[in-house]
């Protein structure tokens, strides 16, 4: 098997979580259960009331507590965010963010050795390994190091999409980032902050923005730059790399696009629309798209 790849990922932080009601506190507020085993991790969010996106994250247990994977930007925000709920829990919460690196792996033959809590991502297994490891610890023996953009690459081709890279934090919903599709909601949990508006979505169906896999044969614009299909909006580009994008459409709208076989732009940009391979949702039927 070919060597593996590995890089550290500057654009994110670490915030910890610990005390005696760390596990309690965590699971009335975000919208999966945190790991009860030391080493396993998972992908989560914390919503606003309403049930919109404010910091997606990987959450691992280790032994010092929960260390979260979020972006560097947004991780004193967190932090704060986690000290207003706290009230009177037993709940120590810290930016770890200068001391700690997150690093990402994928293509090897068995998972880095490195110093830190190491885990398979949650969100999904081709997307490799993550760690959190002290900041100017060494690289893994056997994976070679490249440079953040080559794991960007990797991500969009898996069709993954990344808060506050690929989407604006307030602005989506779960199911329009395909939190529910990367283990990311729990809707058998007990109740959290948003839960009734997501529950909703998930059980009446209403969630029609996806993120989909875009492929174009010209340069592309930039992340946030309009889908049209003719004079009609369907929805925003995400990051891309090469001929490869994300893009958060209207799985209806674009639907009926590609049915009448009308070109979808991205400034002058042609894309072609594909559902990433791990997708449980589907392009809606032809009739139900018209009659959206």
């Known amino acids: 098997m070919s060597e593996g790849q590995i890089t550290q990922l500057q654009r994110r932080g670490t915030v910890a979580v610990g005390g005696e009601d760390a596990a309690k506190f965590l699971n009335d507020l975000i919208t999966v259960d945190v790991p009860e085993t030391v080493g396993d991790a998972r992908y989560g969010a914390l919503l606003n009331p309403q049930g919109k996106i404010l910091f997606d994250f990987i959450v691992v247990h280790t032994a010092e507590g929960f260390l979260f994977d979020l972006p560097r930007a947004a991780a004193a925000d967190f932090a704060r965010r986690l000290g207003f709920y706290r009230l009177r829990a037993k709940v120590d919460v810290a930016d770890l963010t200068a001391d700690r690196e997150i690093v990402a792996a994928w293509g090897g033959a068995a998972p880095p050795l490195l110093d830190g809590a ?44 990344e808060g506050s890279v690929d989407f604006a934090y307030g602005d989506a919903y779960p199911h329009d980032v395909d939190m529910d599709q990367l283990a990311g909601v729990d809707f058998k949990k007990g109740c959290y902050v948003g839960q009734e508006v997501v529950s909703r979505m998930q059980h009446r169906g209403t969630g029609r923005r996806r993120f989909v896999v875009a492929t174009a044969t010209a340069p592309l614009p930039a992340p946030g730059t309009p889908l049209t299909a003719g004079p009609a909006s369907i929805g925003t580009l995400g990051s891309s790399s090469g001929p490869n994008a994300l893009a958060l459409v209207r799985l209806d709208r674009a639907k009926v696009a590609i049915d009448a076989g009308t070109p979808i732009t991205a400034g002058d940009s042609v894309l072609t629309l594909s559902l990433p391979s791990w997708a449980h949702f589907d392009w809606p039927a032809a009739a139900a798209a018209a009659d959206a």
């Open 118 to 161: 190491v885990y398979v991502d949650p969100r999904l297994p081709a997307l490799g390994y993550r760690g959190i490891v002290p900041a100017g610890a060494d690289m893994a023996a056997g994976y070679a190091e490249v440079r953040p953009e080559a794991y960007d690459a990797h991500r969009i081709a898996l069709g993954v999409p």
